[in-house]
DNA sequence: TACGCTCTCAAACGGTCGTTTGAAACGGAC
DNA sequence: GTCCGTTTCAAACGACCGTTTGAGAGCGTA
């Protein structure tokens, strides 16, 4: 049963995945920047050195954080996706609930702190940070955007992106700026330490959003 | 004419407001921790210890950067959300562009990079530097949730401070991560740079979802 | 026993950070 | 001119940063 247990990672606690354990909480805590080496070596419980072993450098390890839980991520969405009925009454509802819930649900199961993390992550100035971050996300928002489109014929190309930025806006600042929610409703919201409330919320807001009129027709290359 | 146009800051070029000046930009384009006391110094003509004269420390300086520049965008908030009618057919519109337009429009006149930082300040890690932003903003929620509460009597107060909490997160991603929206609709969305077409996308978008039927009845403490 | 490979360790490297200091420059009041 | 409060300046402080080094522990294989 141990050696069941024991899937695909942590072999006993190895000192690379206790890196990476560690270097998420405290990117989620202090922020990338100001997590030092010597702090994330130190809750690991390992050397300085270590990192530079497993990592080749600190900007390495930022990758690797990210890339850890951004992949599975993004192919349980299109996993998600690809179970959407588009033809629904509900589609819109089903595409939004597919896109947002994995990321929700990461919040509060295994990796409590890449929500927290990762809804802050798109505003960190890093410049190989974001073009990482932008090839991770490329073909998700490529597809989410044509089931979006099939969704909602009446909205341009333009309107849809702006659209869909918004959807991500509203998610990031729910996952990542959770404390302003609970501190502005003096606790009464759980803000992202409830996800079921929150992808509730959510999802009707953001249909209401996706199905408004169309500011401009739905051919969009004109103006 | 020369002594009509200097009207309240800037006398010649004063030591602290280029710092201010200096800090804002260069915090908008590397973040706050890697934007070093020497860049800003630098940037501003000014010497290192200048900054602690005027300030005390970097803590310091940027409390000063934040608030120069929210207190008069909340004012001008609340001025105009006391224009609206909130008695028309368009009250939601109107008071979601009394909260949206000063922060949209700072973006591109005279405080171009701010718009950017205050767009990521809420995503930032430092404990001091978010009691001062959220004491900053108090009463600007106050105000709005209540004129919302007014205007969509079929929300509780809990389902309107998540709808509150999305438009802000809409509008935080909006002017902290254009440059999502720049590259993958290659170009065609301006993003922040355009905030007129930014304003219009934002309020059709957010009205809808704020009039999205009600998840809940609008009695809220019951459970 | 000896080898080769993976991994860990303590120690140090040069560099940059925020901060402090004490003296020099400024500018109006007398 | 002399004084005094305000502001600027070059230089240095100790602390911490990411990174590198070279030695050594652990261990399966021959």
Same mark, same amino acid.
């Given at each position: 049963m141990a050696a069941e247990t024991e899937t695909q990672t942590e072999h006993v606690a190895g000192t690379r995945e206790s890196l990476l354990d560690a !270097? &998420?909480?405290l990117f989620s805590e202090h922020g990338i920047q100001a997590s030092s080496l010597r702090m994330i070596t130190q809750r690991a419980g390992a050397n300085l050195a270590a990192v530079h072993y497993h990592f080749g450098s *600190?900007?390495?390890l930022v990758r690797a954080v990210f890339s850890r839980r951004l992949k599975p991520l993004n192919e349980e969405r299109l996993r998600l996706l690809d179970a959407c009925d588009l033809d629904a009454? #509900?589609?819109? &509802?089903?595409?939004?609930r597919a896109f947002l819930?994995?990321?929700l649900r990461m919040s509060r199961e295994r990796a409590r702190d890449f929500g927290r993390l990762m809804g802050r992550a798109f505003t960190e100035?890093?410049?190989?940070?974001? $073009?990482?971050?932008?090839?991770?996300?490329?073909? $998700?928002?490529?597809?989410?955007?044509? !089931?979006? !489109?099939? +969704? +909602?014929p009446h909205l341009g190309e333009r309107e849809l992106m702006w659209r869909y930025h918004f959807v991500a806006g509203a998610m990031a600042h729910t996952v990542g700026c959770s404390?302003? +929610?609970? *501190?502005?409703?003096?606790?009464?919201?759980?803000?992202?330490?409830?996800p #079921?409330? /929150?992808?509730?919320?959510?999802? $009707?807001? +953001? /249909?209401a959003g996706m199905r408004a009129p169309a500011r401009t027709g739905p051919v969009s290359p004109g103006e």
């Amino acid at each position: 049963m141990a050696a069941e247990t024991e899937t695909q990672t942590e072999h006993v606690a190895g000192t690379r995945e206790s890196l990476l354990d560690a !270097a &998420e909480s405290l990117f989620s805590e202090h922020g990338i920047q100001a997590s030092s080496l010597r702090m994330i070596t130190q809750r690991a419980g390992a050397n300085l050195a270590a990192v530079h072993y497993h990592f080749g450098s *600190k900007e390495g390890l930022v990758r690797a954080v990210f890339s850890r839980r951004l992949k599975p991520l993004n192919e349980e969405r299109l996993r998600l996706l690809d179970a959407c009925d588009l033809d629904a009454e #509900d589609g819109v &509802e089903q595409v939004l609930r597919a896109f947002l819930e994995p990321l929700l649900r990461m919040s509060r199961e295994r990796a409590r702190d890449f929500g927290r993390l990762m809804g802050r992550a798109f505003t960190e100035p890093s410049e190989e940070l974001r $073009t990482m971050l932008m090839e991770e996300f490329s073909e $998700t928002v490529r597809r989410f955007m044509a !089931a979006f !489109a099939r +969704l +909602l014929p009446h909205l341009g190309e333009r309107e849809l992106m702006w659209r869909y930025h918004f959807v991500a806006g509203a998610m990031a600042h729910t996952v990542g700026c959770s404390y302003l +929610l609970e *501190k502005y409703s003096g606790g009464a919201c759980g803000g992202a330490s409830n996800p #079921d409330e /929150a992808l509730g919320h959510l999802v $009707t807001f +953001l /249909a209401a959003g996706m199905r408004a009129p169309a500011r401009t027709g739905p051919v969009s290359p004109g103006e």
